[in-house]
């Protein structure tokens, strides 16, 4: 056993630095998007698995009266803390970072091994920390966690108008035909998701008044954004309208299969594959959202993007013409700004921490069930988080009227 254990130590070791070998400067961006994805595999084995061998640790299990669902939340909680931190050191020592002549820019990009070893040490120092702090780290992640919905939303915003944006500039028939074919899409995608929702979630016999609702108000905002869109004074496009109304439709959908499977107006009470589905595509959902997030930081939104980042707008030259007469160095006139901002890449990394923590933890609810992301509190995340996107979506059409003296695209 031993022999069989060392064996798979080293082919672990090995393959971890065969790994961080071939991460080079151009996909430094999947490395660290690996080692979030790495974190999730963790803490879903533990949460699996683990519940045995925490009990078996004195500082974790101080009562003889806690459930087995609490010791799966508290693994998982901690596996998050460790990966939160670790994100979070690497954003506080990458702040101010201008150019790729900082030493700074070869940390970020390089170091790998070194890494991915203090990363995995922070996580097991997480497994020794007392009770109390992680129940601490619990409560702020759920508003870390709400902050990363947040910025999603608005990177789903912005994704839309630059696709409709891009497009529209090909001034082709060909892509104006395109655009509308889309639309069509997305819009009878989006209804018809509605409908089968109506039939899983609205079973006869049950009085269902919430689950109604929730499905009107959907049907109802997708109706607004393609009339406030196409509205005459409003410089809007059916395209974005279309997919942010497919995208609430599937929050919609996600927040009534969260619903608790003795609920009788839950129509998947009897099915554990959809709710396998619905975890994986969450989880899918969240690595894609993490690492686009990443890709388009400081591309379209300046506030996302470090100062002397060419996308950040027009700036001052690095140096002036009377320094660069005094004889200044070469290297120093032609250092390359970076093309993104470090310290956010890696917030949205620590963010997207503890939103997964509250995704496997049912977001630190007392309710209990053996299914993950299931519960009233996860239910209500997901329609808070299909309102709020509806509602920056409408303002992000109405704000240029109501303030037509600034610029907001």
Same mark, same amino acid.
Do not use: E
């Given at each position: 056993m031993s022999c069989c254990? %060392?064996?798979c130590a080293s082919l672990t070791c090995g393959l971890c630095t065969s790994a961080a070998s071939t991460i080079t400067k151009k996909s430094a961006r999947l490395g660290y998007c690996g080692l979030f994805g790495l974190s999730l595999i963790v803490s879903w084995i533990l949460r699996e698995i683990g519940t045995p061998l925490l009990k078996k640790f004195s500082w974790i299990n101080t009562s003889d009266t806690l459930s087995d669902e609490w010791f799966q939340m508290e693994a998982v909680l901690r596996v998050s803390l460790g990966n939160c931190l670790f994100f979070t050191v690497l954003a506080l020592m990458m702040i101010g970072i201008k150019d790729q002549n900082d030493t700074r820019d070869g940390w970020h990009h390089g170091g790998w091994i070194f890494k991915i070893v203090i990363w995995a040490l922070l996580i097991i120092l997480m497994f020794f920390l007392p009770n109390p702090v992680i129940s601490v780290y619990g409560f702020i992640s759920k508003f870390g966690a709400g902050l990363f919905l947040l910025v999603q939303v608005i990177i789903l915003l912005d994704a839309t108008h630059s696709w409709n944006d891009a497009w529209v500039a090909k001034d082709e028939q060909k892509w104006f035909v395109a655009l509308l074919a889309v639309s069509i899409t997305c819009y009878i995608s989006a209804f018809t998701i509605s409908g089968l929702l109506f039939i899983w979630f609205n079973p006869s016999g049950n009085d269902c008044g919430l689950n109604v609702f929730f499905l009107v108000m959907t049907m109802i905002l997708a109706l607004s954004f393609a009339i406030i869109a196409l509205h005459p004074m409003v410089n809007g496009s059916l395209l974005p309208a279309s997919v942010i109304s497919v995208y609430c439709a599937y929050l919609c959908y996600t927040g009534l299969s969260a619903e608790p499977r003795d609920y009788a107006c839950n129509g998947l009470n009897s099915s554990k594959a959809v709710t396998t589905s619905t975890l994986v595509l969450g989880m899918l959902t969240t690595v =894609? !959202? *993490? =690492?686009?997030?990443a890709l388009r930081a400081g591309s379209s939104t300046t506030f996302l993007s470090p100062p002397s980042s060419p996308r950040a707008g027009e700036r001052s030259p690095f140096l002036e013409s009377e320094e660069l007469e005094a004889g200044k160095n070469k290297k120093e006139v032609e250092s390359k700004p970076v093309s993104y901002s470090y310290t956010f890449f890696h917030l949205i990394f620590a963010l997207a921490s503890m939103y997964s923590a509250m995704l496997l933890s049912g977001w630190s609810s007392s309710e209990k069930s053996d =299914?993950?992301? *299931? %519960? +009233?509190? !996860? *239910? +209500? *995340?997901?329609? !808070?988080t299909e309102w709020v996107t509806a509602g920056l979506y409408i303002w992000s059409l109405v704000a240029p009227l109501v303030f037509p003296d600034r610029e907001f695209y």
């Open positions: 254990v %060392g064996c =894609l !959202s *993490v =690492l686009y997030s =299914l993950i992301d *299931v %519960g +009233w509190t !996860s *239910v +209500w *995340v997901r329609i !808070s």
